[in-house]
Structures are given as C-alpha cells and as structure tokens.
C-alpha cells in the first residue's frame, strides 16, 4: 500500500527568490505613501487652506484628506480590471508606478497651487490604488500548492515592511515638513517612490508572471447578468427587482451631491448597486445553471459570500483611518513638549505592527492553540474589528476631558494606539491572506480590488458622518446630550464597529474556508 505524500508540507517547501525584491518595492513604495498621508492634514491646515477661515480648516482638511482616501481605495477596481484582462499584473504596476511618480513631483512643485497641488493628490490615488490590490496578489502568484505554507509569514512579512516604511515616514516626515518645508517634505517620498519603482523593475525577468485571462463567457458579471435576467416558470423575479431598486436608488443619489460632494455621492451610488446587485443575484444564482457551467455559478456565489465579508469590514476602516485625521486634531489639543508634532504620533502605529506581528505569530497564536483556542483567519478578523471600537471608546472619553477644559498629555493616546494596531493586524494581515486564498483563479486582481474597495467604503461612512452634523438640527441635537460634536461622532463610531464585529462573528459561523491556490508545476 502507498501513501501519498503531501507537497506542501514545511520541510520541502521554499521561499520564491524574486520576492525580496517585491518585498523592497513594498517597504520604499509605503515609505513614499505614508510619507506624503501622514503629513498631508497639518499641511492643508497650516498652510494650502489659510485662505479659508480658522473655524473652517480643520473640517475642510479631514474632507480633502478622507476624499483622497477614497480615491486611493477606489482606483484598486481599475486597476485589477486592466491587470486581469489586458496587461498582466506586472505591467500593470510599472506604469501606474510611474503615474504614481508623477504626482509626487506634482506634490513638491504646485505646493502653495491649491488645483496644481489636488492634481497630485489625484495622480498618487491613480498610481497607489491602481497597483495596491496587484503588488499583493502578484506575491500570491509567486507561491504554488508546493509552498503555499509559506504564504502567510510572507503576508505577515509583506505588511511587516509596510509598517518598517511607515514607521520611518511617520516619525521624520512632520519634522522635514516643519523644518524644510512643504516642496523638500513631499519631494522626499517621491525619490523614494522612484527608488520602488527602479527595484520593482529590476526583478522583472525573476518573476512568475501568470497571463491575463482571456475573455471568458462564463465570467462573473456574465454569470451575474444570466441570473438576474433569466425567467424560471412560476417564479417571481425578486432578484432582478432587487438589483433594479438598487440601480434606482443609486441614480437618486446623485441628487445628495449638493451635500455631501460628488465623491461620496459617487461612492454611495457603487455601494448601492453592489449592494442591491449582489443580493439580487444571489437571489436568483439557481438560474444561470445550465447556462453557465456549474463551477462558474458556484464561483460566483462564493464570491459573494466573500463580498459580505469585505462589507462587514467596512466600519474597522472607517476608524482606522482617522487616526490621520481625527486623531491627529485631538492631539494638536493636549499637552506635549514644544519640540515634538501631533502627527508624530502616528508613528506609534507602525512600531506596534511591527511588534506584534512576530508576538502574535511565535507567541500569541501557539499559546492559544496549546490551549485548543485556535483563532481561525475569520475569527482574528472579528476580534480585530472589537478591538477598534474599543479603541475609540478610550478616545471619546479623552475627547470628554478635553472639551471639559481639563489638560490631557498626549501620551494617553498611546492606549487608544494599541487598541486600534492590535485590531489593524487581526484585521489587515489576516484579511490579505484570506482575499487572496479565497478567490476563484481568474478573480484575484478583482477581489484584492475590492478588499481594497472596503477601506473607500469605510472612508465614504466618515464623509457622510461628516455631512450629517453639518445640519444645524443636528448639531443642536447632540448638543443637547451634553456631549461635543467631535465626542458625539468617537462614541458613533465606536458602537458602529462593535455592531459590525457581532453580525461578522453571526456569519462567520456559516462561512467554509475555501483553498483557491495555483497548482505547483
């Protein structure tokens, strides 16, 4: 009798030797990115926006940064498309990486020019956004079912370097800005874009490169358009109404644009498409059967079922990135030496990563697992998003002290940090490494784009929190809990994200795991 070996076992399996250089491109790409982010809300503060009146910047400033977000986790959709079916993903990164360079010259040259100095801004979020989802997935592509064990330490070790960039960035890029000026601060995360780029491509001809699908028939959104147009005798066409309300609705969001701007009105519109679209379709996926081959229709309800996943993530980011903006306003407001920036502060985030990622990995994990508590990739997920909010009850009773005229030091920040970093490696390492392993083969720009497309709905959530208390009703109304605006929306924010960790923690427990790794060879 012969016993099968199994090929992904620790003791054959080996690390790819291309990926250091991705490894390189990765940790000098984010050093540019948080470099310029970091940096750029004191900036729009103290200098581009001194035009406005004083009582105006602060909320302008966190409405410009939050909107380039957006584009930043939005532009991961076109760039997973063009990788996926025209260029490849290798391509795809080198041009949009120079894009990418682009608006970082833009950056440094148009710094006192408020339309020069956007279109930077635009530049960065078509070149991060078009490669972030790409430079992910293309790791992935370098592991096969021989050595896909060592996937996750290299996730582990891929976001590990993104937090050494940022890290550094954060740190000196508030001092430079402060001590060199605006055109030195932004040019120094543009030379260091470009070195990314240099290293990116000399890698080129190491590489596993898998080829762009090719026009396939039976592909999701053909698989989608099936089952929502389809008749079955005898049945109603629930889904196809659902997807049509959807539509509807989104066309009428248009008309909020006054309001809350035409960015999250464009955004709130995709979201209720996807929305009433996907819930169609699920509805109605039983009909494309015949139609499409059963392993297409079942791609497609699998990508689905990952989309609700990506969708109850969607408040973890609306917390975490205003860390950048809101945070860094409440600690312009407490105590702190002369010498040392608000935005300094958001150095801790990285140091903690990089901490914890080797804890939870060597310690963490084994410990819990010797106890029979093994924490599955959906549970670390849920924790993780917990973990933010109660990160941002500690900051809403600091914003308390604060507004009642008590002098906070800055270093009580630090509590609410760790909270929310220990929640950001449950959630980020964890869910890289679940997008990918999850999604069918022809799909994986696509899906790692929409994860992406999770951080721009969670960034759309603050813009339209924002728009909210704009109302002077409103405004009065929260005032008449006893609380401030600012402590109002920590707390909203707060049990917003608690929510969302108990319905993730209600679905996770109906989600089966799925291994959608190349074959080796």
Known sequence: MTQSVTVDSADQARMPKQIPYIIANEGCERFSFYGMRNILTPFLITSLLLSMPENMRAGMAKEVFH???????????????????????????FWLSLVYCCGHACLAIFEDNRNGFYTGLFLIALGSGGIKPLVTSFVGDQFDQSNRSLAQKVF???????NFGSFFASLLMPIFLKKLGASIAFGIPGL?????????????????????????????????????????????KSGYYMAVLGALLAVGSLFLIPKVGIVAALC?????????????????????????PDHAVDGVRSVLRILVVFALVTPFWSLFDQKASTWVLQADKMTKPEWFE??????L?????????????LVLYPLLKLRGMELTPLRRMGLG???????????????????????????????????????????????????????PLAMKGVIMSFWNLSVTIGNLWVLLANSSVKSDAVTEQIKSTGMSVTA??????????????????????GYKMQNNYRQAG
């Open 67 to 93: 909107t380039f977000v957006i584009g930043v986790y939005f532009f991961p959709l076109l760039g997973g498309w063009l990788a996926d079916r025209f260029f490849g993903k290798y391509n795809t990164v």
């Open 156 to 162: 582990d070790g891929f976001y590990w370097i993104i």
């Open 192 to 236: 260091l874009m470009l070195i990314a780029t240099i290293i990116f491509w000399s890698g080129r001809k190491r590489y596993v490169h898998v080829k762009p699908a090719p026009r396939d028939p039976h592909s999701f959104l053909n698989v989608v358009r099936t089952a929502l147009t389809t008749d079955a005798p005898g049945q109603a």
């Open 268 to 292: 709130l519109a995709l979201v209720l498409v996807l929305g009433f679209g996907g819930m169609g379709a699920w509805m109605q996926l039983e009909r494309a059967r015949g139609v499409h």
């Open 342 to 347: 608000p935005a300094q502060m958001q150095a």
């Open 349 to 361: 985030n990285p140091m903690l990563v990089m901490l914890l990622i080797p804890f939870n990995n």
């Open 385 to 439: 998003i917990a973990f933010s909010g109660l990160a941002w009850i500690v900051v809403g009773f600091m914003q308390l002290a604060i507004d009642g005229g008590n002098a906070i030091e800055i270093t009580w920040q630090i509590l609410p940090y760790a909270l929310l970093t220990f929640g950001e490696v449950l959630v980020s390492t964890t869910g890289l490494e679940f997008a990918y392993s999850q999604a």
């Open 488 to 509: 109002f929306q920590m707390f909203f924010f707060a049990g917003f994200a608690l929510l969302a960790a108990f319905l993730f923690a209600l679905y996770a427990r």
